[in-house]
């Protein structure tokens, strides 16, 4: 039996890092997927950059590991051209492609795979969710109405990864559509090491995403503002806003003398970094308006380290499994008080919350998850 070829299209990947969850997830997915022979097809700069990769070549199919080769194109060759030379090259049984607007690695890559007679499977990615949608809504709104009526994504078939996902898909592209609920992959982590020390008021905290609104890095920030302990923030990701980063930084200038805050740039995508940072603090503060999956949010679980994040994630019942807290804008300085508040054997129990939470939720339906992606690109290649 010939090994089954996947294709799949991504505006930004690895060693890019500005991008944050979707490139993560492609990563996740592909180090566990042994069985297929994967192309990855994607640009050759970061999220947000116009240098390109120094690491690998451009225009030219890259070794990235022994089953998957990635196609770094630079900015002056993508085009539909492009694509079509490379889906005849590679003749993948499927293409999976990650994301929904994008106007050629999701729109043209999607008429031009169809075109061809190839299936098709589209990720969104948290595209389509409510809080998504609501930033730069009316072009996207214009969209997802256009391929409704035009019912054009009648032909493909799409992923979620999670229930409310499959909901936002079916309410914004119409109820037909053929949906798998299948969550993202984590990535492999050792088990943690002994707990962080914590002394009662005194608290280091971690927030690492993207820096802009809907990512909540101006609440998180006002947030920090009624504590009354000794509390420290080290705030990693790239800036998307950089009006709206001034006015992150003017508040970070006002805080009390008891608050001290540090930017310290964007995460590089290698496990020994994220996993130095982890281990640095006692908590991720993440309150954001949305998370799809939220990456971040389940490495620092797998470390036991308790979440402080918003409501709108596939994360539930923290506080119950003393695994952390889903807040809102009210309700996030009363969480960061009790945390500061704990001593070490209070602060322990959290952390053994976080990893037996992480390890119910998250570690032991990986494998029937992989199970289910095969099946998923296996059964779509049939049909």
Not at 267 to 294: D, Q, T
Request: glycine share 6%; with cysteine.
């Amino acid at each position: 039996m010939n090994q089954q070829k996947l294709l799949i299209s991504i505006d930004w990947f690895l060693p890019g890092t500005n991008s944050g969850g979707p490139a993560r997830s492609i990563a996740n997915l592909i180090d566990r997927l042994s069985h297929a022979q994967i192309y990855i097809i994607t640009r050759n700069v970061d999220y947000e950059s116009s240098i390109p990769y120094t690491e690998v070549p451009p225009n030219e199919w890259v070794q990235y590991s022994s089953n998957v080769k990635v196609y770094y194109a630079a900015a002056d060759q993508l085009k539909p051209e492009l694509f079509k030379r490379l889906l005849i090259e590679v003749s993948p049984d499927s293409v999976y492609i990650s994301g929904i607007y994008s106007r050629l690695f999701s729109i043209g890559m999607r008429r031009i795979a169809l075109s061809l007679g190839i299936p098709t499977i589209i990720a969104p990615r948290g595209m389509v969710s409510d809080h998504a949608l609501g930033v730069k809504p009316f072009k996207k709104h214009v969209y997802l109405w256009w391929m409704r009526l035009t019912s054009s994504f009648r032909k493909v078939y799409f992923h979620a990864t999670s229930p409310q996902e499959a909901e936002d898909i079916s309410k914004r592209l119409g109820k037909n559509c053929g949906i798998s609920v299948i969550p993202n992959i984590p990535r492999t982590f050792p088990r943690p090491n002994s707990p962080l020390m914590k002394r009662a008021n005194e608290l280091k905290l971690v927030c690492l995403s993207r820096i802009s609104p809907e990512k909540g890095t101006m609440e998180a920030i006002e947030s920090l503002k009624s504590l009354r302990g000794r509390v420290f923030l080290i705030i990693y990701g790239s800036i998307s806003d950089k009006v709206y980063w001034k006015a992150c930084y003017r508040n970070i200038q006002s805080l009390p003398s008891n608050v001290e805050v540090l930017y310290h740039g964007t995460l590089g995508a290698k496990s020994p970094e994220l996993l130095s940072v982890i281990e640095s603090a006692h908590a991720l503060l993440l309150p954001s308006r949305g998370e799809n999956y939220g990456h971040s949010i389940v490495e620092f679980l797998s470390q036991g380290k308790p979440v402080i994040i918003g409501k709108d994630t596939p994360w539930k019942q923290l506080e119950i499994n003393q695994a952390g807290c889903e807040t809102d804008n009210a309700s996030l300085p009363k969480a960061l008080n009790q945390l500061l508040a704990m001593d070490q054997d209070a602060y322990q129990q959290w952390t053994k919350g976080a990893f037996s939470y992480y390890e119910e939720r998250v570690l032991k339906r990986v494998e029937s998850q992989l199970q289910e992606y095969q099946q998923m690109f296996q059964f779509y290649v049939k049909n």
